[in-house]
């Protein structure tokens, strides 16, 4: 089975910086995309930045300019790194792989996958 490991979560000051990373595990043959969403208390889900396996890059608007993404695909690992932290940052952070490949019992799939979430805090 896949699974897909994040950390570099906590508490942070108004200004200060955080790094996240997501590392994937299991029988991989191959990732797409990879990204992070946020989710924060009594809000939907959304999508923070997203990365290609040929390095294509996207990125909420109100992240612009803050966060970088990056990948090791050797690694299938992703990461966040995170400046200039707000308190509207403050939000469980999730990683997902997208069309992970894999082959069970002689047969290929496609498959997507979450992190378990962990906890960004912004204090003011």
């Known amino acids: 089975q896949v699974q897909l490991v994040e950390s570099g979560g906590g508490l942070v000051q108004h200004g200060g910086s955080l790094r996240l990373s997501c590392a994937a595990s299991?029988?991989?043959?191959?990732?797409?995309?990879m990204g992070w969403y946020r989710q924060a208390p009594g809000k939907q889900r959304e999508l923070v930045a997203t990365?290609?396996?040929?390095?294509?890059?996207n990125y909420v608007d109100s992240v612009k300019g803050r966060f970088t993404i990056s990948r090791d695909n050797a690694k299938n690992t992703v990461y966040l790194q995170m400046n200039s932290l707000k308190p509207e940052d403050t939000a469980v952070y999730y990683c997902?792989?997208?069309?992970?490949?894999?082959?069970?019992?002689?047969?290929?799939?496609?498959?997507?996958?979450w992190g378990q979430g962990t906890q960004v805090t912004v204090s003011s």
């Open positions: 997902n792989a997208d069309r992970v490949r894999v082959r069970v019992q002689g047969i290929f799939l496609e498959r997507n996958y």
């Open positions: 990365i290609s396996s040929g390095g294509s890059i």
């Open positions: 299991g029988s991989i043959l191959s990732i797409n995309g």
